[in-house]
Nanobody, 122 residues
Framework: QVQVVESGGGLVQAGGSLRLSCTAS????????MGWFRQAPGKEREGVAC????????RYIESVKGRFTISRDNAKNTVYLQMNSLKPEDTAMYYC???????????????WGQGTQVTVTS
């Protein structure tokens, strides 16, 4: 049974930082592409960052480029999202997703976590 579990969300002031972690089990993690998505109330889910199975290719939504960094540690079955210079508009529920197919920033991944809330105050 595949499980995807996010952690690391919280409340932070604008300009601050958070690091989200996502651990996946029940799958061959180093064969899976991983993505981070977010959804704010009343808005559609959007892809924030993604990384290929090897970690060699990453992509970001324009609004987080230069502020967020996605990385993965295949030995720990974990993917991270380092978020710096946070803004109130980054407030959302953040979801981690996994799939053998490189969906990049499209929300078509097969496996999803329950999400972790990030709230940025001004």
């Amino acid at each position: 049974q595949v499980q995807v579990v996010e952690s690391g969300g919280g409340l932070v002031q604008a300009g601050g930082s958070l690091r989200l972690s996502c651990t996946a089990s029940g799958l061959a993690f180093d064969n899976f592409a991983m993505g981070w998505f977010r959804q704010a109330p009343g808005k559609e889910r959007e892809g924030v960052a993604c990384v290929s199975w090897s970690g060699s290719v990453t992509r970001y939504i324009e609004s987080v480029k230069g502020r967020f960094t996605i990385s993965r540690d295949n030995a720990k079955n974990t993917v991270y999202l380092q978020m710096n210079s946070l803004k109130p508009e980054d407030t959302a529920m953040y979801y981690c997703a996994a799939d053998k197919i490189d969906w990049w920033l499209l929300p078509r991944y097969a496996y999803w976590g329950q999400g972790t809330q990030v709230t940025v105050t001004s």
